[in-house]
């Protein structure tokens, strides 16, 4: 049995799922049986997003497909965050989606401080803990500021494994065709302070 995460449709209409803990001896993506499920009260077909339990069919000579044995509850709700100072003297996590004032407790790490921006897993309830996922930067640095809309709206920073493939087999660009006209002088109404140059 493998807890899985499905991740996509393929063009053929096969579900595709991913384990949720990797293992070198496991296979990276598993293809889903078509099969329908059993018709039970509140049972019901999985779908892109969904966790679920999976039989490999080892049986048949293959660990790369399987069919859902059971849907299972969706994973804690996540969220972005800025280490803040406590009254107490303590660390807390602001919520950056929510109210100013949506501060939790989360686990101590030293790996985190104040004004780090992170990625953590909600809190059950009254006096549960976030926990730190993982550190996105520091909320001063620009470049922390896409992942950290990436993290809150769940966006994939990388490419599927086939776009990957795809774009290897592109190779790299070359100038071919193109005139360099690099020597040229231009101007540009951006500011001092501007990252790119688009209005040259």
Do not use: W
């Not at 001896?25 to 598993?30: L, R």
């Not at 049972?43 to 069919?67: E, I």
């Amino acid at each position: 049995m493998v807890v899985a995460e499905v991740v996509k449709v393929t063009r053929d209409g096969d579900l595709v799922a991913k384990p949720s803990v990797p293992s070198a001896s496991g296979p990276a993506e598993i293809i889903l049986s078509r099969a329908a499920p059993r018709r039970r009260t509140g049972r019901h077909a999985a779908g892109v997003g969904d966790r679920v339990l999976v039989r490999l069919d080892t049986a048949h000579g293959s660990s790369d497909s399987g069919h859902v044995v059971a849907r299972l509850p969706k994973r804690r709700e996540t969220f972005v965050g800025v280490i803040v100072p406590d009254v107490s003297g303590g660390l807390r996590v602001e919520n950056c989606g929510a109210k100013p004032d949506t501060t939790h407790r989360f686990q101590a790490s030293e790996t985190v401080g104040v004004g780090d921006v992170v990625h953590c897993a909600s809190p059950h309830g009254a006096g549960d803990q976030a926990r730190v996922l993982e550190r996105i930067g520091a909320l001063d640095d620009p470049r922390c500021i896409p992942a950290m809309v990436a993290a809150r709206y769940e966006i994939p920073m990388r490419f599927d494994a086939d776009a990957e493939r795809e774009a290897a087999a592109c190779g790299p660009p070359t100038d071919h065709g193109r005139t360099d006209l690099t020597g040229l002088p231009f101007v540009t109404i951006d500011g001092d302070d501007a990252r790119d140059f688009d209005d040259a």
